[in-house]
């Protein structure tokens, strides 16, 4: 109920952010980030009607995967390790979080090894802080050139995470700049690239990132509530 509760209030949020700025509420899809929370939780939500999931460990999204409904979309929306990279390809419908070309060459053996092509987004550090993963604005270009060679990796588009003390106008700002990138990468027409996402937004700053053209947000505590991590 919780859940469900909250996913009523969030929805709501949205719809009021998508026509503030003139957008159709349709064209933004909510990632529900279940990370640290129970498969009981991910089923409230799923009963609601949300398919789109995402967990920022590979480990506990092979385990949710096992015992949720089939018709689940996994996303992997954290920093990918490339060593976790065999346990995962065969379950996400779509990485948000390319941030190195040694990652894209795992994605691309491991993807060509069971005849599939990966669906990731790339992760650029828009507001380059040293401790966030992510392609600097800078070297975008010069990294989608490269992974543009590689014939197991389709690039949906572009992801970020903005600053957690950052104002809405702060965040806007963030999520514009990722949304000049993605043009602009889009106009290059890249081999193996399908510009169509633009994955921003959390809890906090949702609102900004519809403003600034998200089509995806991914959210956890506005529907699951604070996470709790052991010490
Ligand atoms: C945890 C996480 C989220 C969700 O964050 P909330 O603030 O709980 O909405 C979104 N994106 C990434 C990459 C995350 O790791």
């Known amino acids: 109920m919780e859940v469900e509760k909250r996913l ?14 003139g957008r159709n509420p349709e064209e933004i899809r909510l990632i529900a980030v279940s990370k640290t929370k129970p498969i009981s939780m991910v089923m409230e939500a799923y009963q609601y009607g949300i398919r789109d999931f995402g967990e920022n460990r590979v480990q506990e999204l092979v385990e949710k995967q096992e015992e949720a409904p089939a018709d689940i979309r996994w996303h992997l929306v954290g920093h990918l390790q490339k060593n ?3 346990y995962l390809l065969d379950k996400a419908e779509l990485i948000h979080s390319l941030d190195s070309i ?24 828009i507001t380059g802080e040293t401790s966030k993963f992510g392609v600097s604005a800078a070297e975008l270009m010069d990294f989608c050139q490269t992974v543009s060679q590689f014939d197991h990796i389709c690039v949906k588009g572009l992801m970020t995470i903005s600053v957690k003390e950052y104002t809405m106008e702060q965040n806007r700002i963030v999520f514009e700049k990722l949304h000049q990138q ?3 990468v889009k106009k290059r027409n890249f081999d193996h690239f399908d510009m169509q996402e633009l ?9 900004a990132a ?10 956890g505590t506005a529907i699951f509530g604070e996470r709790v991590y052991a010490q």
């Open 199 to 207: 994955s921003m937004g959390m809890t906090h700053d949702f609102p």
């Open 182 to 184: 993605f043009e602009e």
């Open 210 to 219: 519809i403003a600034a053209g998200a089509t995806m947000i991914r959210v």
């Open 102 to 125: 040694a990652l894209a060459h795992e994605i691309e053996k491991r993807a060509a090894a069971i005849e599939k092509i990966q669906n990731v987004l790339i992760q650029v550090n």
């Open 84 to 86: 976790k990279v065999k």
């Open 8 to 21: 009523l209030h969030l929805n709501e949020q949205i719809a009021k952010a998508a026509h503030a700025c």
